[in-house]
């Protein structure tokens, strides 16, 4: 399916809509941050329509991270939240709009230790770079190797074994860059 697909396209945004948090809730939570609040008394709803449990909020240093026990929903919420670029190939900018990528895998070079929790990134599709998608950063988990990676993340690369996935990314990244800066897992969920 593609981007212009009119029924893909409601879909996203009447999802997008389902899965926002309300400006209100979120205005609180920060300002509750703020207060250096370590707990957050009121109760906050998912927002995914269909579920709508009590989320589990989490003030955790500079931001706040809130989650939801019933449907995995995940957000984390900040004051100065930046928005970082970042290039990407056709397939894995395909496989992260049909939500089939959760993780973003790259260096931890210079760029990348930019990010934050809660940053936005946009990614923009090779070659042409017209098409855009626009994500949140969940987690940020640095390894010193992909085989150190693939051990921690295993069952998010199941489909992969220990050496194809290493293989696999040396076909983007040298060895030595590899060891110079480390590796980067980036979750990440796609906002509207
Ligand atoms: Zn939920």
Redesign the pocket.
Known sequence: MSIFNPELKEFRESNFEANKFSQDTEKRLLKALEDKKERYADIAQ?P?KS???P?KVEMQGDHVRVS??????ETVLRRDVKTHEMKLNEEPFNQIENGEKKYELRLNDEKRKQLRLGDHIVFSKLPELNEKLEAEVISLEKYQSFHEMYKALQADFSEYSEDEFVKEMYKYYSPEDEQRFGVLAISIKLVG
């Open positions: 998912c995914n579920c709508g449990v989320v939801c026990p019933t449907c995995g929903w």
